[in-house]
T-cell receptor, first 113, second 113 residues
Framework: GENVEQHPSTLSVQEGDSAVIKCTYS??????FPWYKQELGKGPQLIID?????GEKKDQRIAVTLNKTAKHFSLHITETQPEDSAVYFC????????????FGKGNQVVVIP | DVKVTQSSRYLVKRTGEKVFLECVQD?????MFWYRQDPGLGLRLIYF???????EKGDIPEGYSVSREKKERFSLILESASTNQTSMYLC????????????FGQGTRLTVV
């Protein structure tokens, strides 16, 4: 089935710096790639998504880029703030097994004040 | 504001008990999902439903069943709880097909003793 991997597993950044998390996927037919943010004690929250017909999408301080040839997509957070500290999950909509989202295992991002 | 509400934040049940986890969404979404979240394993799909009275197995359905009698409500049932079902359970609903643009509930942390 689809295999979604996230790197690095943990990322520490100084407040104000940028953070980049990369995800790779295996199903070349995948066409939808969301990013979720999960704060402690809460459910995942959709923060941005991208479809395969677009190479980049931005929403204020966050952006997602997609490289279909290399089968990877990345989350970019600029001007990081302490409230950006969370676990971030990427996912890919795969055609394996009746079309469903396959999630990565998550990245812990720590923003150091 | 969109809302997915899970009936309990924390539950403690005994081995062998029948357990009901309830989820309600107020967005009139047709698609609803139950995931299980475990450290190091990410989110794994248990069951999903694309319509009332309709259900499909996810990746790890063994030991679980579901019920969708009304569009807004999706219940997860542990027929006979076991200790290896101790986990965080997350419900989601989506506007798009197959889980695109999905919104998650806050999660239910279930402990089976």
């Amino acid at each position: 089935g689809e295999n979604v991997e996230q790197h690095p597993s943990t990322l520490s950044v100084q407040e104000g710096d940028s953070a980049v998390i990369k995800c790779t996927y295996s199903d070349s037919a995948s066409n939808y790639f969301p990013w979720y943010k999960q704060e402690l004690g809460k459910g995942p929250q959709l923060i941005i998504d991208i479809r395969s017909n677009v190479g980049e999408k931005k929403d204020q301080r966050i952006a997602v880029t997609l490289n279909k040839t290399a089968k990877h997509f990345s989350l970019h957070i600029t001007e990081t703030q302490p409230e950006d500290s969370a676990v971030y999950f990427c996912a890919a909509l795969t055609s394996y097994g009746n079309n469903r989202l396959a999630f990565g295992k998550g990245n812990q991002v720590v923003v150091i004040p | 504001d969109v809302k997915v509400t899970q009936s309990s934040r924390y539950l403690v049940k005994r081995t062998g008990e029948k357990v009901f986890l309830e989820c309600v969404q107020d967005m009139d979404h047709e698609n609803m999902f139950w995931y299980r979240q475990d450290p190091g394993l990410g989110l794994r799909l248990i069951y999903f439903s694309y319509d009332v009275k309709m259900k499909e197995k996810g990746d790890i359905p063994e030991g679980y069943s579901v019920s969708r009698e009304k569009k807004e409500r999706f219940s997860l049932i542990l027929e006979s709880a076991s200790t290896n079902q101790t986990s965080m359970y997350l419900c989601a609903s989506s506007l798009g097909t197959f889980g695109t643009e999905a919104f998650f509930g806050q999660g239910t942390r279930l402990t089976v003793v």
